[in-house]
């Protein structure tokens, strides 16, 4: 039998998800959303040894599962950029650095789910690119809020800062995107 997930944590993103990107845009910060889907040429060796050894048969982020969709509220305008990617990190096997690149893009807003995987390792890997890094505290979500606070406490040590989202809207105010 399946593992059941709680995704609640992800829900209650949403109104602040939406209000955020509302206030990017108008400070003229660019959203990117990036969403995970694995077809099935895209199985590679740790990943399947991960989950054989789990016990686990499930596979996340398959097409046209719920895993893959990005929330209603939060669906992309035809002028976003949007990244499918294959693995944890937003930047492996993707253009999300090219794209970032041309359009200027130093800084990263870190914001999603999982926290402690996929935007941990999205963010770990900006930084590791020469981008400056924030994670927006209350803008983010894990299955296990320890894994949450960890991630967020490890970021704030070693690969960027960690602010809430009111805290980065205020420093647009003074000084925009």
Not at 21 to 31: D, F, L, W, Y
């Amino acid at each position: 039998m399946a593992k059941v997930r709680d995704v609640s944590a992800a829900y209650k993103l949403i109104p602040g998800l939406e209000r955020f990107i509302s206030k990017a845009r108008a400070a003229g910060a660019r959203p990117i959303f990036i969403y995970m889907c694995r077809e099935p040429e895209d199985a590679f060796g740790p990943y399947e040894e991960m989950i054989h050894r789990r016990g686990r048969r499930l596979r996340l982020c398959e097409p046209d599962s719920w895993g893959v969709k990005i929330m209603d509220e939060l669906t992309p305008r035809e002028d976003d950029e949007v990244i499918r990617k294959k693995t944890y990190s937003g930047f492996v096997h993707t253009d999300l650095n090219r794209k970032l690149q041309k359009l200027g893009i130093k800084t990263l807003i870190m914001a999603g789910v999982a926290t402690n995987v996929c935007v941990e390792s999205t963010a770990r890997d900006g930084f590791m690119l020469d981008y400056y890094v924030i994670f927006a505290s209350d803008l983010t979500a894990a299955y296990d809020e320890s894994l949450h606070d960890n991630t967020l406490k490890n970021i704030k040590e070693h690969f960027g800062q960690v602010l809430t989202s009111e805290e980065i809207l205020a420093a647009w105010g003074r000084n925009p995107a």
